[in-house]
């Protein structure tokens, strides 16, 4: 009997060591010196800032060595990550390392073909890679930002979870913007610049892979009656779709706000936005009682920068805001219609439309060529935190690899 009981027990802790395993719940950050976190105090860098936000259970461990490149990744991948069991692993490198200021489409070439292998044998070994996108370098020339965006652009469309860094910290031109680093150490960013960076990674990203979220794929639009005759607009943005000649400044509010249903004259400041918001792709009477839909979202913790993007009436409308640069864009399709200095990030935001559909939100500043792509349908994954395609049985659904929701009501 009592051998009975010990056996029971041994096959219990067994079991129970097996579902807690501490693996199960942790990322291997595998890359160079930024990933290591030089460049922020005591190294409490991108990576020690995003495990510190980690819900209870999960840990990281750090792997990085500075100066690596993808060569000394693959050198070293049996020595030091087959030891680790963790079952996230987070690839952390950079273009600067692997030559681009030097050698140019040579570098650009082995980056992308060793990180395609790096994720093929960590997928071989069972485990879940994610890939970090290259950042910017204080001594990038034109030439090297080139080749940055269009790698970048590449990468975020990789059949692999990526996190895209570019943007979060570009002084666009390849270069770390004035408030992301001492301006003295020419290849890392400073504290804030970490910050932003960690930003840029969804903080439910690892969560959702942990529950088997597949990777998001563009869907067609094909309208669901729940949403077809919706109208689109935000509650931070006034009047994006149709900009007037006599738009005023953003820093110079007009003293007219318009009601729901009628079109404005001029173009209200993103800086005061009304109790009424309006669109100009306003519903006609029979419309605006009828299938007329709010959606709503709250962001995940630690917003810094963002791009919202969003189809209404086949117009594709997009901001675009920079935490590093205090900078905000308005896209109409791939045409920035405006660009004006901003500090600010909603704690929430309300869109409606007209054929609503395709609403992106990512956690970085997209690119003008990365909004082209996103217009002319490319599936841009990284940094993604919500794709909601509004169509089909399930409107609300969140496609993107996070366990962020979306909220739909009729208005």
Not at 69 to 89: I, K
């Amino acid at each position: 009997m009592k051998h009975t009981i010990s056996i029971l027990l041994l096959i219990s802790a067994l079991a129970c060591v097996s579902c807690t395993n501490p693996a199960e719940q942790r990322i291997c950050f595998f890359g160079s010196s930024v990933c290591r976190g030089v460049g922020a105090d005591s190294l409490h860098g991108y990576a020690w800032q995003y495990t510190e936000s980690l819900p209870k259970g999960w840990s990281s461990v750090n792997l990085s060595v500075d100066g690596n490149d993808t060569y000394d990744l693959l050198a070293r991948f049996d020595r030091d990550l087959l030891p680790d069991d963790s079952r996230f692993v987070f690839i952390g490198l950079s273009l600067g390392n692997e030559g681009l200021h030097e050698s140019g489409e040579a570098a650009v070439l082995s980056y992308k073909e060793n990180l395609q292998t790096l994720v093929r044998k960590i997928r071989e070994l069972g485990r879940i890679p994610v890939v970090a996108l290259s950042y910017p370098r204080a001594d990038f020339n034109p030439v090297d930002y080139e080749d940055l965006l269009n790698t970048n652009l590449e990468m975020m469309q990789w059949a692999v979870p990526t996190v895209a860094f570019l943007g979060a910290l570009d002084d666009g031109h390849g270069r770390w913007a004035d408030e992301c680093w001492n301006h003295q150490d020419i290849y890392h960013p400073d504290t804030y610049g970490h910050t932003l960076l960690c930003s840029a990674i969804p903080p439910t990203l690892f969560r959702a892979l942990a529950e088997g979220k597949p990777l998001p794929q563009r869907v067609k639009a094909q309208l669901s009656s729940a949403v077809e005759t919706s109208t689109v607009e935000t509650e931070y943005i006034q009047s994006l779709q149709q900009p007037s000649p006599q738009q005023p400044s953003p820093h110079q509010p007009s003293p007219h706000q318009p009601s729901p249903h009628q079109p404005s004259p001029q173009q209200p400041s993103p800086h005061q936005p009304s109790q009424h918001q309006s669109s100009s792709h306003q519903p006609s009477p029979q419309q605006s009682s009828v299938n007329h839909i709010h959606v709503s979202f709250t962001p995940e913790p630690g917003l810094t920068s963002y791009t919202l993007s969003y189809t209404s009436a086949d117009t594709v409308y997009t901001v675009v805001h920079s935490a590093a640069r205090n900078l905000t864009w308005y896209y109409v399709n791939d045409e920035c219609r405006s660009e004006f200095e901003d500090d600010d990030v909603p704690a929430s935001f309300t869109v409606e439309g007209n054929n609503l559909s395709d609403l992106f939100f990512f956690r970085t500043p997209l690119s003008s060529r990365e909004v082209k792509a996103l217009v002319e349908g490319a599936m841009l994954r990284s940094s993604l935190e919500i794709y909601a395609p509004l169509t089909g049985d399930n409107p609300s659904a969140n496609l993107a690899q996070t366990l962020n929701t979306i909220t739909i009501k009729p208005f």
